[in-house]
């Protein structure tokens, strides 16, 4: 190699003497390649340039790894130490000290998650598991629908501000969306079937009533949480006002540990709700002995408009939208009822074959 002038490497110049800087100190500490040219210039006496092109500073593993081959690692941006200062030990970096980072504490963390073991499920969670394996062995498909939520926003809150006027409680959009299910399934009851193998033979059953199940979280007596369906019996024969009632009944029963086996029997279609804690949609799985689940995501504004204001969305027209999946059993229902189902929910919601009159009649709105 011949002798450089210090802007012979442009603006790895800084970097170049980095390397040169260890080599007078060690000259074990750069790799084979550079050590000619760094010979010549101990042998000038030619020290460290502090004029040099500014260039970041890099670790020795840095360094060996310049000194490799690979010109798409010699990016004099891959440090931002200063060069006149030595590289700092890994002990030392710390995280950014935003407010954020120091309201919550966010270093590193110095323990183990937890002793690592594996446990045999026990009780509720082996039967979830056990159900999940069953659950494998039908044959599913999905449709979703973006559904607008303003028309659901605005009659709720006239609803429960009547209600808190008058006799308390409030209502839910999970209420007005289950409701909705029941109503379309009584317009579409083949959405209500479930497959089933008699005398050896594929068949399909036919239920004489919705037995509406929904998906509650509920804390056992010693503290562990289960995920149980109960459902309400022959939703599709009570108004809006009954529904609630059965509905909350459920709930209310669930947290209390009080449901009975009866309350587990029966379901024909269930509703599960992912939407409350912010999923925007969802494929839950379906049960055998039903041949429809439906899943309701989170309302929230489109991603486009998400960081519009207000005064801008209202101006736009910009509604929240819901996404409802509609999870069935292939065997027996095909994607052209499940789109049309879907639709007729839509329909309902929207107010536009007057459900939400009926729920107003039903509550004495």
Do not use: C
Request: glycine fraction near 8%; hydrophobic fraction near 35%.
């Amino acid at each position: 190699m011949t002798q450089h002038n210090p802007e012979d490497f442009g603006a790895n110049q800084g970097f170049i003497e980095d390397l040169y800087s260890n080599y007078l100190s060690d000259h074990s500490k750069v790799q084979p390649q550079w050590r000619e040219l760094f010979r010549r210039w101990e042998d000038e006496g030619r020290k460290p340039s502090s004029q040099s092109v500014p260039s970041p500073r890099t670790t020795q593993a840095q360094i060996n790894i310049h000194a490799t081959s690979d010109s798409r690692l010699t990016s004099p941006e891959i440090s931002t130490q200063r060069a006149d200062l030595p590289p700092a030990p890994r002990s030392a970096a710390q995280p950014a000290l935003t407010p954020y980072a120091e309201q919550y504490q966010l270093t590193p963390s110095l323990k183990p998650l937890g002793e690592e073991v594996t446990e045999r499920l026990k009780g509720a969670a082996k039967s979830v598991a056990a159900n999940m394996d069953a659950s494998i062995e039908v044959p599913t498909a999905t449709s979703f629908r973006q559904i607008p939520a303003k028309i659901m926003f605005d009659n709720r809150a006239l609803v429960n501000e009547y209600l808190q006027a008058t006799r308390g409680g409030k209502i839910s959009f999970t209420h007005l969306i289950g409701y909705a299910l029941v109503e379309a399934l009584v317009e579409m009851p083949e959405m209500n079937n479930s497959y089933a193998v008699v005398d050896g033979k594929p068949s399909i059953h036919r239920p004489q009533h919705v037995n509406f199940g929904l998906a509650i979280d509920v804390q056992r007596p010693d503290g562990s949480r289960s995920l149980v369906v109960p459902s309400v019996k022959a939703a599709e024969m009570m108004t809006f006002d009954q529904f609630l009632g059965a509905y909350e009944s459920l709930v209310r029963r669930g947290r209390d540990n009080a449901l009975t086996m009866d309350d587990y029997q029966g379901t024909t279609v269930s509703l599960t709700n992912p939407g409350g804690i912010g999923t925007t949609q969802s494929v839950p799985r379906l049960m055998k002995g039903q041949g429809l689940i439906v899943g309701v995501g989170s309302m929230v504004y489109p991603a486009e408009f998400s960081g519009t204001s207000d005064t801008a969305l209202a101006r736009l027209g910009v509604s929240k939208v819901v996404t409802l999946s509609s999870t069935y059993d292939h065997r027996i229902i095909q994607g052209a009822q499940s789109g049309d189902f879907l639709r007729l929910m839509e329909r309902k919601l929207l107010g536009l074959d007057g459900f939400y009159d009926r729920v107003f009649i039903s509550l004495h709105v």
